[in-house]
């Protein structure tokens, strides 16, 4: 089983895969429309909304949070 390199949500089924391509390291959460990856920026972005969202936290701390999360990813880890 695969594990996306974005975000780590394990990829389980074809229909996790963006466009149900199977080649691709990430998810279909973790792509645009086109299959592309988002950014980091954009995964970053996401991540903040979602935490303040479920964890009821300020933005400020969701950010963090969300930039340790995704720090710690393969996909992030070189550039960042
Ligand atoms: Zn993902």
Redesign the pocket.
């Known amino acids: 089983m695969k594990m ?6 394990p990829m389980t089924s074809i229909g996790d895969y963006p466009l149900h391509d199977i080649t691709k390291n ?5 792509a645009h429309d086109d299959g592309r990856m988002k950014t980091f920026d954009e995964k970053w972005h996401d991540l903040t909304l979602s935490y303040v969202e479920k964890h009821n936290v300020d933005y400020p701390i969701a950010k963090q949070t969300a930039y340790t999360i995704l720090k710690k990813l393969p996909a992030w880890k070189r550039k960042w």
């Open positions: 996306c390199i974005a975000c780590g949500m990430y998810c279909k959460y973790c």
